[in-house]
Nanobody
């Protein structure tokens, strides 16, 4: 059974950098052909895909976030990390990590973390 667990600060000061880590158990983040994703849900809004890191280490970031967002991984710890700089209150959301597969162009998210609330406020 694959499990994902987000960790990081619940409160971030505006203009600072948000850093969240997802720890994966029950499966390796280097296993073909999975994509390890970050998804967020602002209050009262829908889910927003932020980006992903693939089993080979390549990264994909939502264009609107690309200038201030990066995703990296530590294969020795089976973790992947989201970093987003210059946060504003509009980045307040529940942040999820999830595992994704892509078959014939269709993404399926089969395992999710429980989500972690991040509030951007001074």
């Amino acid at each position: 059974q694959v499990q994902l667990q987000e960790s990081g600060p619940g409160l971030v000061i505006p203009s600072q950098t948000l850093s969240l880590t997802c720890t994966v158990s029950g499966g390796s983040i280097t296993t073909n052909y999975y994509y390890w994703s970050w998804i967020r849900q602002p209050p009262g809004k829908g889910l927003e895909w932020m980006g992903a890191i693939a089993y080979r280490g390549s990264t994909y970031i939502r264009p609107s976030l690309k200038s201030r967002t990066s995703i990296s991984r530590d294969t020795s710890k089976n973790q992947f990390t989201l970093q987003m700089s210059s946060v504003t209150p509009e980045d307040t959301a529940v942040y999820y990590c999830a595992r994704c597969t892509i078959v014939r162009g269709i993404r399926t998210y089969d395992y999710w973390g429980q989500g972690t609330q991040v509030t951007v406020s001074s």
